[in-house]
């Protein structure tokens, strides 16, 4: 395959770090979006004392498919600890790109991946 993608999933996975290298194994780029939990707002709700629920997080606590709680820049440094390469990363807010500060001013995330060497 030249691309496999993962839309909206990758939270809801147990094996973040093997569901990657499969997807990498089987093509020669992936393409991954998962809500980004550092998103301001999400933030907010948790020092509020609320779990967050928003249109990129639309589950309560307590019917959630989610597992994993990472955000942009976490998702960034398990790329980089298992030599996958970003080619690509988009950044969005209410469906506009957001350039700056994205892990804090970004709901959802969208990357291009490959692998290295």
């Not at 550092?38 to 933030?43: C, F």
Request: hydrophobic share 45%; glycine share 6%.
């Amino acid at each position: 395959f030249d691309h496999v993608i993962m839309s909206l999933s990758l939270q809801a996975m147990h094996n973040t770090q093997g569901i990657l290298a499969e997807m990498l194994r089987v093509a020669r780029e992936a393409v991954v979006s998962f809500p980004n939990f550092g998103y301001w707002r999400h933030r907010q709700s948790i020092l509020n004392g609320r779990m967050p629920v928003s249109e990129s997080l639309p589950h309560q606590w307590f019917n959630t498919p989610n597992v994993r709680f990472f955000t942009i820049a976490d998702f960034e440094a398990l790329c980089e600890l298992n030599g996958i390469v970003i080619h690509e990363r988009l950044a969005f807010d209410e469906g506009k790109v957001v350039l700056e500060e994205p892990n804090f001013l970004a709901s959802v995330a969208v990357y291009r991946l490959g692998r290295s060497g």
